[in-house]
T-cell receptor
């Protein structure tokens, strides 16, 4: 069974640009969560999508947005990039998400975004 | 609100036992998960506690006390490959909260 796939793996963008990251969950999983990871800050929750609906959102500015498609694939978008947005962005898929009491999330390898 | 506390770093010797503590506060709590992440890798699931008490999975055990909002991960017979970051993740409220994690260094 294929794992969680994130594309691209690496990305370099310039301040002010926007970026779109993609996440394909495990087949049959309907929940996708996004996290930002920076050294010393751990995994910061961005948002969770379930059946194309955003169920919860973390404390990030409106520049960070996402969506989920009918096939459960998800994208996140960051507009007007800042240097501080440089991070590893991870997505995690689970069967029905924490609202459905899934106990295990499966992570992709992440997208390493560098903003210069 | 949501809060989570783990020690930032722990160092132990190969073959020893180490305990990584986690205290949390989260709304709608229904369980505590643990994840391991090696440098450059993705977090991987280790264990889950829904009830109070100890869950054992090979060399790893995880404990939960819901009344104390406290849990720990116990790693026995430490190996060099256990050097990684460990995250406790309380589940609840439609999101899984991860903190900064605990960096475990295993020395020979």
């Amino acid at each position: 069974k294929a794992g969680v796939t994130q594309t691209p793996r690496y990305l370099i963008k310039t301040r002010g640009q926007q970026v779109t990251l993609s996440c394909s969950p495990i087949s049959g999983h309907r929940s996708v969560s996004w996290y930002q990871q920076t050294p010393g800050q751990g995994l910061q929750f961005l948002f969770e999508y379930f059946s194309e609906t955003q169920r919860n959102k973390g404390n990030f500015p409106g520049r960070f947005s996402g969506r989920q498609f009918s096939n459960s694939r998800s994208e996140m978008n960051v507009s007007t990039l800042e240097l501080g947005d440089s991070a590893l962005y991870l997505c995690a898929s689970s069967l029905d998400g924490t609202g459905g009491r899934s106990t295990e999330a499966f992570f992709g390898q992440g997208t390493r975004l560098t903003v210069v | 609100g949501q809060s989570l506390e783990q020690p930032s770093e722990v160092t132990a010797v190969e073959g020893a036992i180490v305990q990584i503590n986690c205290t949390y506060q989260t709304s709608g709590f229904y369980g505590l998960s643990w994840y391991q992440q090696h440098d450059g890798g993705a977090p991987t699931f280790l264990s889950y506690n829904a009830l109070d008490g100890l869950e054992e999975t090979g060399r790893f055990s995880s404990f939960l006390s819901r009344s104390d909002s406290y849990g720990y991960l116990l790693l026995q017979e430490l190996q060099m490959k256990d050097s990684a970051s460990y995250f406790c993740a309380p589940l609840g409220g439609f999101k899984t909260i991860f903190g900064a994690g605990t960096r475990l260094f295993v020395k020979a």
